[in-house]
């Protein structure tokens, strides 16, 4: 199949080609047809499915058939969690819209809102937003939502787990009811069916890359190591890599800063992105890895979504996730179009339960590598633990006093 086969406009088909897409991901040989058809669609998909491209395309081409007539306020809105994914979307749209009349506007927090207030006033056609900033803007009176004819949630589950949904539920309530709605989400808890269910109509359902599966052509591995020697060992894999960029998950803001200091201290260029950086800071970190100004990345889960980087042959869990979907959704940002990755994390004792969940989760035991220079004592088990078997009876006089007088008492209402 080709996006050829979806009859899409010609100046959309040059830009695809241009930008060297030929063959449609199965998310997005499921979802454009759909959309194109003018259904509902809830869809269960990973960052790193070509998400962004099922959605894009379609309401592009919708668009480019409204005709030339601009109303006050945009005719397409995408939320999105976070201001890397926003910026994400806004730059995956420039390339697919550039040679049409379709104009967009990104807007979110930490920066100057004037400038997204003169942005706005171009009068795009679809407005990439944040909930907080779009709100923001909403209550300034610097756009309005009544032209939306289609709304789409990217990422609406961590929308939810970032605490959005009464922002999500007053911006929907300012958008017109007739309108076509698509909901994106990399995993399908319920209260993300539930949330589905009462803002979609008749949706049509798509699932790929279900979360408990992760890239075959992905290596995993894991290191048991002391939380003490997590840094010395890090710097150690850094130094052995030659090429290519290394992206490296911390669970907290405070831990990212502190992995950034010890690595410039060992005089490899990093940077940090989480939420307690400026929107510049973090903007300027992610072009600095992009183009290879600096040699590792280290992030956040939160700041991370949004993050697409080609070619990233390497993911590092300087600590593991507490929540398995977390792991699948990192390891995700190797290993993509069909390019082989890796994916190799670090394990203290402490950690081992999240180990456990993540291979209960994607199916199967992730191998250990203790070839390394801080090996953790060989005492030490990674197995998960099997569950004790109760003890024999013939080991517990009273239990089996019990069940003696267990059995007479049954015994007497028998004879009853």
Known sequence: MQFSSFNLSEPLLSALEKAGYHTPTPIQA?????????????????????????????????????????PAGPKALILAPTRELAIQIGENIGIYAALTRIKHAVVFGGVSINNQIGELRKRPEILVATPGRLLDLLN?????????????????????????????????????????????????????????????????RIAVTPVSSTAEKIEQLVFPVAKSDKPGLLEH?????????????????????????????????????????????????????????IK??????????????????????YD?????????????????????GRAWSFCDIEEREYLWDIQQLIGR?????????????????????QKQQPARSANHPQKNKRNKNKRKTKRAYSAA
């Open 30 to 70: 499921q979802a454009i047809p759909t959309i194109m058809q003018k259904r509902d669609v809830l869809a269960c998909a990973q960052t790193g499915t070509g998400k962004t491209a099922s959605f894009a395309l379609p309401l592009i081409e919708l668009l480019l058939h409204q005709g030339t007539g601009r």
């Open 365 to 385: 035991e992730i191998d250990r590598n203790t070839d390394h220079p801080f090996p953790m004592d060989g005492t030490v088990s990674f197995a998960k633990p």
């Open 140 to 204: 300034q009176g610097a756009v309005s939502l009544s032209a939306i004819g289609f709304l789409v949630l990217d990422e609406a589950d961590r929308m939810l787990d970032m605490g959005f949904i009464k922002d999500i539920k007053k911006i929907i309530s300012l958008v017109p009811d007739r309108r076509q709605t698509l909901l994106f989400s990399a995993t399908m808890p319920k209260n993300i069916e539930d949330f589905a269910q009462a803002i979609l109509t008749n949706p049509e």
């Open 320 to 340: 593991l996730p507490n929540e398995p979907e977390t792991y699948v959704h990192r390891i995700g940002r190797t290993g993509r179009a069909g390019a082989s």
């Open 296 to 317: 590792v990345l280290v992030a956040t889960d939160i700041a991370a979504r949004g993050i697409d980087v080609d070619n990233l042959h390497l993911v590092i869990n």
């Open 237 to 293: 894999l850094i130094k052995q890599e030659k090429d290519g960029y290394i992206l490296v998950f911390s669970r907290t803001k405070h831990g990212a800063d502190r992995i950034v200091r010890k690595l410039k201290q060992s005089r490899i260029t990093a940077e940090a992105i989480h939420g307690n950086k400026s929107q510049q800071a973090r903007q300027k970190a992610l072009k600095q890895f992009k183009d290879g100004t």
